[in-house]
């Protein structure tokens, strides 16, 4: 039984849908594979965040919650 052919959302190329194909059943294997690359790429940018930042955000949420939450309705 032959596969199905689809055509990428993304390049508009023909490709066979395999059941073994990463990612999704729309994008061609080599269209997946970039965003899979990009993907990676953005989670190492990610990692690199400095912490004390990512304090001062959360901090910044904590405070912003507690001002919606208690304040006073006058």
């Known amino acids: 039984m032959p596969f199905p052919i689809r055509t990428c ?6 490709f066979e849908l395999r ?3 990463p990612g999704f059943a ?3 294997p080599t ?7 990009q993907r990676a790429e953005a989670r190492d ?3 690199v965040v400095d912490p004390r930042a990512v304090g001062e955000l959360n901090a910044a949420r904590r ?8 304040r006073k309705d006058s």
Do not use: F, G
């Open 26 to 28: 729309n994008r061609c």
């Open 63 to 70: 405070q912003a919650m507690r001002d919606l939450l208690y």
């Open 19 to 21: 059941p073994d194909k």
């Open 9 to 14: 959302v993304v390049c508009h190329e023909e």
């Open 31 to 37: 269209c997946t594979e970039e965003e899979e690359q």
């Open 45 to 47: 940018a990610a990692s």
